[in-house]
Nanobody
Framework: QVQLAESGGGLVQAGDSLRLSCAASGRTLSTYVMAWFRQAPGKEREFAAA????????NYANSVTGRFTISRDNGKNTLYLQMNSLKPEDTAVYYC?????????????????WGQGTQVTVSS
């Protein structure tokens, strides 16, 4: 069974940076599309960024484009999300997701595996 474990969340000030990690285990995910979703209190889970298996193609939500960078290290079976210029509206639980497909989907239903989430809180 594929397991995903996020880490790196925390409390930061607006304008600060944070780097999230998602460690995968149980199977190598080098051929899986992986993504980050986030869910703020009272909101539905929303797409943030996705990356191809090889790491050479990425897709970002408009709300994070230019500020967030998704990357992966397949040698470590790990996904990353570098978050810069954080805003209070970025506050959410961030979830790592994966799917054995080549389509960089933006919907939660497109992903088969999910982590437990890591809290990111950005204060103004």
């Amino acid at each position: 069974q594929v397991q995903l474990a996020e880490s790196g969340g925390g409390l930061v000030q607006a304008g600060d940076s944070l780097r999230l990690s998602c460690a995968a285990s149980g199977r190598t995910l080098s051929t899986y599309v992986m993504a980050w979703f986030r869910q703020a209190p009272g909101k539905e889970r929303e797409f943030a960024a996705a990356i191809s298996g090889s790491g050479d193609v990425a897709n970002y939500a408009n709300s994070v484009t230019g500020r967030f960078t998704i990357s992966r290290d397949n040698g470590k079976n790990t996904l990353y999300l570098q978050m810069n210029s954080l805003k209070p509206e970025d506050t959410a639980v961030y979830y790592c997701a994966a799917t054995p497909t080549r389509t960089l989907g933006i919907g939660t239903s497109q992903y088969n595996y999910w982590g437990q989430g890591t809290q990111v809180t950005v204060s103004s």
